[in-house]
C-alpha cells in the first residue's frame, strides 16, 4: 500500500509549512488527486487517518480534491474522461483512440493548509 508512504510525506509537507508559520497542530490537509495519480483516494484517507491517530493531528481533516482525467485530442479537441486510467477513452470529437494529451489527471500533490 504505497498510499502510506504518500500520506507520510504530505504530513511532512503540512507539518514543515505549519511550523514556519507557528502552527503546531494540522487542522485541514487539502490535497489534489487525479484519476491517473494511481492513488485509491480512500487508501490514502485510511493511511492519513492512521498516522495522525495519536499524534498533535488527530482529528486533522483530509479532504481529496478528485481531478478528473483530461485529454486533448490530436485533433485539437480536449475532453474529459471519467472511464478509469486504463481504458483508452475515444475521442467524442473524431473517435481517435490514441496520441491522446494528458491536460490533466496526473495531479498529486498537497494544496492547502491549516492549522493552528
Ligand atoms: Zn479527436
Not at 498510499?3 to 504530513?11: R, T
Not at 486510467?85 to 498537497?110: I, N, S, T, W
Not at 494544496?111 to 493552528?116: A, K, P, R, V
Request: proline share 4%.
Amino acid at each position: 500500500m504505497h498510499e502510506l508512504a504518500l500520506a507520510q510525506g504530505m504530513l511532512d509537507i503540512a507539518t514543515e509549512e505549519l511550523a514556519r508559520h507557528n502552527c503546531k497542530r494540522l487542522t485541514l490537509l487539502r490535497v489534489n488527486v487525479g484519476a491517473m495519480s494511481g492513488v485509491v483516494p480512500e487508501c490514502l484517507e485510511f493511511a492519513f487517518t492512521s498516522l495522525v491517530q495519536g499524534t498533535v493531528h488527530e482529528g486533522a481533516r483530509l479532504e481529496i480534491v478528485k481531478i478528473p482525467l483530461k485529454l486533448k485530442c490530436v485533433c485539437g479537441a480536449e475532453f474529459e474522461a471519467d472511464n478509469g486510467p486504463y481504458d483508452l477513452p475515444a475521442c467524442p470529437k473524431c473517435g481517435e483512440v490514441f496520441g491522446h494529451r494528458v491536460l490533466a489527471g496526473k495531479e498529486l500533490q498537497v494544496d492547502w493548509i491549516e492549522g493552528e
